[in-house]
């Protein structure tokens, strides 16, 4: 009773000698400045907090909480602006709150002029989270010197579908090795004074790889796949955000969802930072789900169940919240809550007491010539030799004649959130760096069907003027969206084909602009032609007034790929038009068809019979709107790689892609092929470094390749069932999990346990001796996986549970050492209960998850 009485008197005390401007003083408590300022506020004023702008137009005097995307065209100027925002909040507002800017930063920060390392799945391939580390330390320090503080990243969904266009976004497949990235990235913003935002609790891809489609797992699955990962991040990295699903979970929107804010991640996990919305999360309630059509039952769902902010600017967590408190469905208590999480990440980051960036840092580090060298030196390590026959590669730099061919050549694909205005390495630019004695002979060989297929250009336009005819486009210009007036210009483009970034044609603005391009053309044949508009945000192409492809409700912000159908005559004239609108963010345009699309293969085949070696650059382009049903290449470029295959010389195909590639139908017909996946802005040096010797690639795949598409999903961690096989293609992958070559070789010998019994509460001490027994140095990855044979509900046949990357000169030996806990032999029971359970374990070290070079048991008493 003693201790009761005490403590009151000292929270008495404590109150009593608080100031109301406790908020100001940056020696306090957190707490304490963060209760001084609620205390003083008006609802308004709490709401603003809650949301998200970045207009000072549109402020009227309040502070908001999150600062969203500002329009910077360079860095320096970007933190200018910056600097004029917050000094408005500062200065201009009541209580001087500064707003969190916030930005994409996945592997690049979104915006003008930034470092673009390799895609979260290329870095998970390099095995190493020092690889993570590095990333995130230069994307932190490039984005901190523009003055955001929370980053929306990283990603740690499962990757097991890989239809799903957002797999190149995450680490792959597996929860353990997810987790461990994950922490690894959000350990170095969050020792930067920076707020991880961790993606997309939880689920995010329906079981038929669809983005946003509605999940029905069980909780079990929850625990042991979905929620490990964004757990670690919160306890060993330090997250403070959370960003929730778009899709719903057996029927509930992530962001309505109870269960889980409340229960998992508040109550199990005591998490202390705040929940988002996704930008347009609440907007999908009312618009697809059909559960609530008022806005003010949507936020007031959504705040009661634990989601503190929307992205979705004013349209909820304004006035939509304000009515629902007036109108009793939330209470100001609740409000102040959420209020609450925000201001402390505030104070707590030391945003309120230091908001300022200095521009003239920002212009020096963003993109820097030791960044780029970072970028560089990651995406050699991510690099995943799939196939080597007959140690095809490295090729000899000696080579007199090199053909490098396929769709992306001469093409870096970076993929979306990476931002623009940088300078990109492709393989072309890459080999000729490298070989400045050999030839090097470009051809095309294919288009990217479904992205960037081959280009309509002044070969097939023509327009007329003064009765001239001139080849190209007649492009007009306008400073609207809606093509109306005077064009600002009018000029002659040759073809449809522009990346302006946050930038603009000359003489428009940055955003709300509108393009129309108008030509003559003939078809080369009589038949169906497929006329392909990718951009970002709307490309509609019509043939005589025909609308062929329509993009005019497309996703606003965002790129995207639509196409259309049109029978035409041969030698007929038809009249096209092209209508481009940007409404906002980054701008792109590209316009091509399918015409005589396998046109290119032919001069392909006759450059390489002449070229000593040959490399066929293919890939898929994938992205948050690109959701697949099949995984193969298109046909043209299949047709492409088997051609020159016949040829029977030294070959190897590299792939850009952002997600797995099904190359049972040609792989077994080439002898080499190179994953190099979405490789960063100088991907094209690593990639030639790697074929030609200069890096040994030492990457392993953190997802598994299928032969077919029809085998998805496919992960090596399966439940063992019946019969896990397909009786036309069987139940093997064409590529495990885990695997990867070497143009070195490594023996695995001397496995150790520490005992063979242990309780579950002790720690088994595991070693392997691996040693290099090729001529070069290379890495291997060393994977540990366990089996827990026999247990109260079905357990997977394999788990990793350690790995690690090491590096060996030829003919030396390294000892490498795991330690393993009851957290890496426990799991979910029938009760829902996390236990270690008595019995027999089969302990497996490889090189992947089908290539186990040394086995032991051990046992697990009471």
């Known amino acids: 009773m003693k201790k009761v009485f005490y403590r009151l008197i000292v929270v008495i005390v404590f109150w009593s000698c608080a100031r109301k401007d406790d908020y100001l003083n940056p020696r306090l408590p957190v707490d304490r400045r963060v209760e001084s300022v609620i205390s003083l506020m008006t609802l308004d004023e709490k709401l603003a907090i809650l949301q998200i702008e970045s207009d000072t137009s549109e402020m009227k005097g309040m502070s908001f909480g999150i600062l969203g995307f500002m329009k910077g065209s360079d860095p320096r100027t970007a933190a200018e602006q910056y600097n004029e925002v917050q000094r408005y909040l500062k200065t201009r507002t009541r209580f001087g709150i500064p707003g969190i800017k916030s930005g994409e930063g996945i592997f690049a920060y979104m915006d003008y002029k930034t470092t673009a390392f390799p895609q979260p799945l290329a870095q998970a391939a390099s095995w190493d989270t020092s690889v993570v580390g590095t990333v995130a330390r230069v994307v932190s320090e490039e984005m901190k010197s523009r003055g955001v503080r929370q980053v929306y990243a990283p990603v740690l969904n499962m990757g097991r579908d890989p239809r799903w266009g957002r797999t190149g976004e995450t680490y792959g497949e597996d929860p353990f090795l997810v ?22 609790f939880a689920g995010n891809t329906g079981h038929n790889g669809m983005f946003g489609a509605p999940v029905f797992y069980s909780e079990r699955y929850y625990r042991e796949y979905e929620f490990p990962p964004y757990e670690a991040a919160i306890r060993e990295g330090k997250a403070k955000s959370i960003m929730m699903a778009y899709n719903t979970a057996d029927g509930i929107p992530c962001p309505q969802h109870e269960w889980m804010m409340k229960k998992i991640i508040r109550g199990e996990w005591g998490f202390d930072g705040f929940i988002v919305s996704d930008g347009g999360g609440l907007s999908l309630i009312k618009q697809n789900f059909g559960i609530d059509s008022s806005e003010v039952q949507i936020v007031a769902k959504a705040i009661n169940a634990g989601c503190d902010m929307g992205l979705d600017k004013r349209i909820f967590y304004g006035e939509a919240l304000k009515k629902a408190v007036q109108q009793g469905l939330v209470s100001e208590k609740t409000i102040d809550e959420s209020v609450r999480r925000v201001l402390r990440q505030i104070f707590a980051t030391g945003l309120y007491d230091n908001p300022y960036v200095d521009p003239v840092y920002a212009e020096k580090i963003n993109d820097c010539v030791e960044h780029r060298k970072a970028a560089l030196e990651v995406a050699k390590k991510t690099m995943v030799l799939l196939k080597n026959d007959n140690h095809t590669l490295p090729f000899s730099k000696n080579v007199k004649k090199v053909l490098v061919t396929g769709p992306l050549a001469d093409r870096l694909l970076i993929n979306h959130y990476a931002g623009w205005g940088r300078k990109t390495v492709t393989v072309l630019e890459g080999l000729k760096q490298l070989l400045p004695g050999a030839e090097i002979i470009h051809q095309p060989g294919a288009g990217l069907r479904f992205t960037f297929y081959p280009l309509m250009d002044k070969k097939y336009f023509y327009h007329e003027e003064n009765g001239k005819v001139i080849p190209g486009l007649q492009a007009e210009y306008f400073a609207n969206q809606r093509m109306e007036g005077t064009p600002v210009r009018i000029q002659v483009d040759s073809a449809i084909d522009f990346h302006w970034g946050d930038t603009a044609p000359a003489g428009l603005p940055h955003d709300n602009f509108s393009i129309r391009w108008t030509a003559k053309f003939k078809a080369p044949a009589t038949g169906k032609y497929i006329f392909n508009s990718h951009a970002d945000d709307g490309l509609t192409v019509y043939v005589d007034d025909q609308r062929v492809v329509d993009m005019t409700e497309g996703p606003e912000n965002s790129l995207f790929t639509a196409r259309g159908e049109i029978y035409l005559e041969k030698g007929r004239e038809y009249q096209l038009r092209a209508e481009y609108i940007e409404k906002g963010g980054s701008a792109f345009a590209h316009l091509g068809w399918d015409a005589d ?50 040829l029977n010389k030294p070959m190897a195909v590299v792939i850009q892609s952002g997600t797995v590639i099904a190359a049972y139908h040609w792989a077994d017909k080439v002898p080499a092929i190179l994953m190099a996946w979405y490789p960063g802005e100088e991907g094209g040096n690593a990639i030639a470094r790697t074929l030609f ?168 008493t009471e």
């Open 693 to 860: 010797g200069d890096n040994n690639p030492g990457g392993k795949l953190p997802i598994t390749f299928p032969k077919v598409t029809g085998q998805v999903p496919l992960c090596y961690n399966l439940l063992p069932g019946r019969s896990n096989k397909f009786y036309d293609y069987g139940s093997e992958p064409l590529f495990c999990f885990g695997h990867g070559l070497s143009y070195t070789t490594f023996e695995y010998a001397n496995l150790r346990l520490s005992k063979k019994t242990m309780t579950s509460g002790e720690v088994l001490n595991v070693s392997v001796d691996i040693k290099n027994t090729g001529s070069v140095a290379g890495d291997e990855v060393v994977q540990l996986y366990l089996h827990d044979k026999y247990a109260s509900v079905s357990r997977p046949v394999k788990e990793l549970k350690g790995f690690k990357r090491i590096s060996l000169a030829p003919g030396q030996t390294s000892t490498v050492s795991f330690k393993l806990t009851s957290a890496e032999l426990s799991f979910w029971n029938k009760e829902m209960k996390k236990v270690v359970e008595p019995g027999e374990f089969e302990l497996m070290i490889g090189s992947s998850s089908q290539d186990i070079r040394c086995r032991d048991v051990f046992f697990v």
């Open 179 to 200: 987790s461990q990235m994950g922490v690894a990235y959000c350990r170095v913003f969050s020792s930067k004074g920076m707020i991880t935002c961790l993606k997309h």
């Open 597 to 646: 699309e396998y046109k290119f293969i032919a001069p392909a085949v006759a450059a390489a019979r002449k070229a000593d070696v040959i490399i066929v650059v293919v890939g898929m382009f994938d992205n948050e709107n690109g959701d697949r049903a099949t995984l193969e290449l298109d046909d043209v470029q299949e047709k492409l790689i088997l051609a020159l295959a016949e």
